[in-house]
C-alpha cells in the first residue's frame, strides 16, 4: 500500500489548460501535473517478496495505453489516483464556491452532453480493445515479449463523470482521474462551436485514458529516488527538465488520442489540425509562454494532418457515419 502525503498544505495551482500551462497561481493545484515547488513524502508501495510473486507485481504495474500501445511502468493504484482526482476535484469546487454554473445552465448542459457523447465513444472503442476472455500470466509476459500486450483499461471502469463549469476570465479546461471534468465560461468566448469544445474535451479525456499523470507520478519519483546523489537543486533543476520533456510528448499524445475519440463519437477528424492550429494562434496573441510544456499549435496540428494518422481516424469516422460498427 503506497500512502501519499503532502509535508505542508501547498497552494493550489490552476487547473491546466490546454492552450496554456500557465497556472493561475495560488488558486488550485492538480496532483500529478506537477510543479517545483510541491514536496512529497512517500512510502513505496510495498513490493510482494519472492521472484515470481515480485515479477507478477512487475507485470501488473507495467502497463499498455490505449491506442497508441504504448508500455510504460505506473505505480499508483487505480484507487490512489481516482481519491486524489476526487480531492483535487473537490478542491477546486469549494476554490470556486458561488462561482460555478448551475447543472441545468445551457453552457453546462451543453458541455455535459459533448462529454456523454464522447464518453459513449470512447466505451465503445475500449469495448473492442478488451480481450474475449482472461488472459493467464504466462501468457501475458509473452504477449509482452511479443509486444502485443493488450491496452489496459481497468482504470476507466465504473467512472462517475462528472463536469462543472465555473466563472473564470481565462481559458481553461481539465480533466482529473475519477472522470471529473472543469471548464472555465470563458472558453465559450474563444472556442465557442461544439466541434471545438469537443476537441478539448477529448484532449483532456484522452490524458486520464492514457493515465499520463500517474505516469509522470512515477517517473518524477524515480528521479527523486536519486536525491541521496545528488544536491537538491540539481533535483529540482532535473524535476523540471524532465517534467518538461515528458509534458510535450504526453500533449502529442493526448492529440492522437482525442482525435480518435472525436472519429469515435461522429466528429470529423479532418477539422481537428485547425482547432489545433487557432489554439497556437491564441497563445501566441495572448503571450502564453507555453513551449516548455506544450508543442506549438501549429506542430500539433501538422502532426495530427499526417496521412497515415488521419487516414487511421477517418476509417473510424466513415465507419460511425456507416452506422458501422466493428
Ligand atoms: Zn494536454
Request: glycine share 4%.
Amino acid at each position: 500500500m503506497m500512502l501519499f502525503h503532502r509535508s505542508k498544505k501547498l497552494p493550489l495551482s490552476a487547473f491546466s489548460s490546454i492552450f496554456s500551462n500557465v497556472k493561475i497561481k495560488n488558486k488550485f493545484h492538480n496532483p500529478f501535473i506537477s510543479e517545483s515547488t510541491r514536496f512529497y513524502s512517500v512510502e513505496p508501495e510495498e513490493i510482494p517478496s519472492g521472484f515470481i510473486a515480485g515479477l507478477k507485481w512487475k507485470f501488473e504495474k507495467h502497463e499498455t495505453v490505449p491506442f497508441t500501445n504504448r508500455t510504460r511502468f505506473i505505480l499508483p493504484t487505480i484507487s490512489f489516483e481516482r481519491n486524489r482526482g476526487q480531492e483535487e476535484f473537490e478542491e477546486i469546487k469549494k476554490g470556486f464556491e458561488g462561482r460555478t454554473l448551475d447543472s441545468t445552465h445551457p453552457d453546462c448542459v451543453r458541455v455535459s452532453t459533448i462529454v456523454d457523447k464522447i464518453i459513449d465513444a470512447l466505451n465503445k472503442e475500449v469495448k473492442k480493445m478488451r480481450p474475449a476472455e482472461e488472459i493467464t500470466f504466462l501468457r501475458r509476459i509473452w504477449l509482452r515479449l511479443i509486444r502485443r500486450s493488450p491496452p489496459s483499461t481497468a482504470h476507466l471502469d465504473g467512472l462517475n463523470w462528472e463536469v462543472l463549469v465555473v466563472r473564470y476570465p481565462d481559458v481553461a479546461c481539465d480533466c482529473y482521474p475519477g472522470g471529473k471534468f472543469v471548464m472555465s465560461n470563458a472558453f465559450f468566448e474563444h472556442f465557442g462551436n461544439d466541434f471545438e469544445i469537443a476537441t478539448c474535451i477529448t484532449h483532456e479525456i484522452a490524458h486520464i485514458v492514457a493515465r499520463h499523470g500517474a505516469e509522470r507520478f512515477t517517473k518524477t519519483l524515480s528521479i527523486m529516488a536519486l536525491q541521496s546523489l545528488l544536491n537538491q537543486s540539481v533535483i529540482t533543476y532535473f524535476i523540471k527538465a524532465f517534467q518538461e520533456r515528458i509534458t510535450r510528448r504526453h500533449e502529442m499524445e493526448a492529440d492522437y488520442i482525442g482525435l480518435l475519440l472525436m472519429a469515435s463519437a461522429g466528429y470529423d477528424p479532418r477539422m481537428v489540425p485547425k482547432v489545433y492550429e487557432k489554439m497556437g494562434k491564441f497563445d501566441e496573441a495572448k503571450s502564453v509562454p507555453t513551449s516548455a510544456t506544450h508543442p506549438s499549435g501549429a506542430k500539433r496540428a501538422k502532426a495530427l494532418a499526417q496521412p497515415k494518422i488521419m487516414e487511421e481516424a477517418l476509417i473510424i469516422y466513415k465507419n460511425v457515419k456507416a452506422g458501422f460498427v466493428v
